[in-house]
């Protein structure tokens, strides 16, 4: 069983409002993502980290931003929500070794209206 | 950037038949090759893995054949049962950085009595 903790699970939210989805993890993983998925379809790495202080934009272009300032620890801001915001967030992390598995969050889903 | 293709996007299968998603990928890569299982709802989770020097791995009703040479791995669920009804990803390690995983655009699979 994963221990990786996102929140709010739903969230819906006006246009141009600022929103912070929480991720948290108790296993010590040094790697964090954040993935993006509508319903449905595949997902589409948008940031990650390496470590404290670290953080990468992903594949998919995205306007949120991200933070690392605690191991366990990777919460993800937009700064003004769009409808096109609208979409699960799914954080994840893993243990930085070769063959270690990667742990997924229950995933946040956001609307913006 | 790696790219993967899987096939089919959706797949119906009568109770105790074989259910078998594939997948391709472009670049060469040399971290594990996981399929993830995902409810509606949930975050995916990792149902089998396989390293890339073993050509197969089976574990209880699901198998993972693997084909370096062809970059291509598919995923066996024998005797399939309502309860796997789910969609399905397959996942490449990114070139060059074995912390990052490139998914695959996902299979909706559904057991029927």
């Known amino acids: 069983e994963a221990d990786i903790y996102q929140t709010p699970r739903y969230l819906v939210i006006g246009t141009g409002k600022k929103i912070t989805l929480e991720c948290s993890q108790t296993?010590?993983?040094?790697?964090m993502y954040w993935y993006q998925q509508d319903p449905g379809m595949e997902l589409h790495l948008i940031h990650y980290s390496y470590g404290v202080n670290s953080t990468e934009k992903g594949d998919l272009s995205s306007e949120s931003t991200v933070s690392r300032i605690r191991t366990e620890h990777f919460p993800l801001t937009l700064e003004s929500a769009r409808p096109s915001h609208t979409s699960q967030y799914l954080c994840?992390?893993?243990?930085?070794?070769?063959?270690?598995?990667?742990?997924f969050g229950e995933g946040s889903w956001l609307t913006v209206v | 950037q790696q790219q993967v293709k899987q096939s089919p996007q959706s797949l119906i299968v009568q109770k105790g038949g074989i259910s078998i998603i594939n997948c391709a990928y472009e670049n060469t890569a040399f971290d594990y090759f996981p399929w993830y299982q995902q409810f509606p709802g949930k975050g995916p989770a990792l149902l089998i893995a396989i390293r890339p020097d073993v050509s197969e791995k089976k574990e209880g009703r699901f198998t993972i054949s693997f084909n370096k040479s062809a970059k291509q791995f598919s995923l066996h669920i024998m005797d399939s049962q309502p309860g796997d009804s789910a969609t399905y990803f397959c996942?490449?390690?990114?070139?060059?950085?074995?912390?990052?995983?490139?998914f695959g655009t996902g299979t909706r699979l559904q057991v029927t009595l």
């Open positions: 994840a992390s893993r243990l930085g070794k070769a063959g270690n598995n990667i742990y």
């Open positions: 296993m010590g993983h040094d790697k």
């Open positions: 996942a490449v390690p990114n070139t060059g950085t074995a912390s990052k995983l490139t």
